[in-house]
């Protein structure tokens, strides 16, 4: 599993194989949510 830093204004780098796998590019839009205390991302299609 990936880990990854929280950098200013709280923006994180989500890994390029993690981005290619799901088809997730520059522009796209993700909706967030929390679940069971963890933070999930779905790609907005």
Known sequence: ??????????????????????GIKEGDYLEIEIQEGRIALFPKF
């Open 1 to 22: 599993m990936p880990t990854v830093q929280v950098r200013e204004k709280a923006q994180i780098t989500i890994p390029s194989k993690i981005r290619k796998a799901l």
